[in-house]
Nanobody
């Protein structure tokens, strides 16, 4: 069982930056691929970024490439999402997810956090 807790969301102006954090419970964090998804009001949940459990590979949605960066610190059981050059269309609830030795293209990770709201004002 893995529990995930996100933090770092908030209100930011267009062009600003935020860093989301997601801390996982358990002692086997390093064996989990980690993901960020988001869901805007009235829209389907969409993939944002993924990082392999080895830490050697990453994958991003086209809409965030070059602006968002996913990293992980296995000593702190934490995954981060650095978001730069934010746009109003990035406004959504952001969810952290984990999957045991998952692939970068996993669309339904097993474990999910509760989400953190990110709002980008025009």
């Amino acid at each position: 069982q893995v529990q995930l807790v996100e933090s770092g969301g908030g209100l930011v102006q267009t062009g600003g930056s935020l860093r989301l954090s997601c801390t996982a419970s358990g002692r086997t964090f390093s064996t989990y691929a980690m993901y960020w998804f988001r869901q805007a009001p009235g829209k389907e949940r969409e993939f944002v970024a993924a990082m392999s459990w080895t830490g050697g590979s990453k994958n991003y949605a086209d809409s965030v490439k070059g602006r968002f960066t996913i990293t992980r610190d296995n000593t702190k059981n934490t995954v981060f999402l650095q978001m730069n050059s934010l746009k109003p269309e990035d406004t959504a609830v952001y969810y952290c997810a984990a999957d045991y030795r998952g692939t970068l293209r996993t669309t339904e990770p097993r474990y999910w956090g509760q989400g953190t709201q990110v709002t980008v004002s025009p």
